[in-house]
T-cell receptor
Framework: QQQVKQSPQSLIVQKGGISIINCAYE??????FPWYQQFPGKGPALLIA?????SEKKEGRFTISFNKSAKQFSLHIMDSQPGDSATYFC?????????????FGSGTQLTVLP | ETGVTQSPTHLIKTRGQQVTLRCSSQ?????VSWYQQALGQGPQFIFQ???????GRGNFPPRFSGLQFPNYSSELNVNALELDDSALYLC????????????FGQGTRLTVV
């Protein structure tokens, strides 16, 4: 079953706080793990992504932590801002030749209070 | 902005009708994928096109079909629309290769009544 489980469903954080979203996957054949941010009425926008042979990747306030043995990965948003309020999706990519399929988590609705 | 454009942005159709959604890929990208996103859920993979042929498909019935054109633009066609087809339809373009990101358009909101 190509499934990605995401938690929590919703998250409320104070401005300046740390937001943490977790994902777990089953299929060890997944070869790339992106995170997307989506605002209402818009398409998902790529935030940051990581390969399974890397344990951590940081870009600005966003950090992915990846635990290959546990088949888990998480997104940390440092110094969270009201403008970060959006829905966040983790995803896992399965590549086969020229075919690449993204399997998304169910999403986390983040609200950052001013 | 990602450079992936979709049209129309909103559409209302009647159950049983057919619909065509369009996508223009980001310049330099040769692969296009379509996703269905129901309200409050994550996008679900419909299919992918590369070199004008379908090379991957999710769990969607044959009434969902597509085309990719030589300029890498694409269409999603849905026949015999059902109420459950109401969703945001997303197009994503990418370049063949490992670890290349997919960039999404803003989506087409389809409402079936």
């Amino acid at each position: 079953q190509q499934q990605v489980k995401q938690s929590p469903q919703s998250l409320i954080v104070q401005k300046g706080g740390i937001s943490i979203i977790n994902c777990a996957y089953e299929n060890t054949a997944f070869d790339y793990f992106p995170w997307y941010q989506q605002f209402p009425g818009k398409g998902p926008a790529l935030l940051i992504a990581i390969r399974p042979d890397v344990s951590e990747k940081k870009e600005g306030r966003f950090t992915i932590s990846f635990n290959k043995s546990a088949k888990q990965f998480s997104l940390h948003i440092m110094d969270s801002q009201p403008g970060d309020s959006a829905t966040y999706f983790c995803a896992a990519i399965l590549s086969s030749g020229s075919a690449r399929q993204l399997t998304f988590g169910s999403g986390t609705q983040l609200t950052v209070l001013p | 902005e990602t450079g992936v454009t979709q049209s129309p942005t909103h559409l209302i159709k009647t159950r049983g009708q057919q619909v065509t959604l369009r996508c223009s890929s980001q310049s330099g990208h040769n692969t296009v994928s379509w996703y269905q996103q129901a309200l409050g859920q994550g996008p679900q993979f419909i299919f992918q096109y590369y070199r004008e042929e379908e090379n991957g498909r999710g769990n969607f019935p044959p009434r969902f079909s597509g085309l990719q054109f030589p300029n890498y633009s694409s269409e999603l066609n849905v026949n015999a629309l059902e109420l459950d087809d109401s969703a945001l339809y997303l197009c994503a373009s990418s370049l063949v290769g490992v670890n290349t990101e997919a960039f999404f358009g803003q989506g087409t909101r389809l409402t079936v009544v």
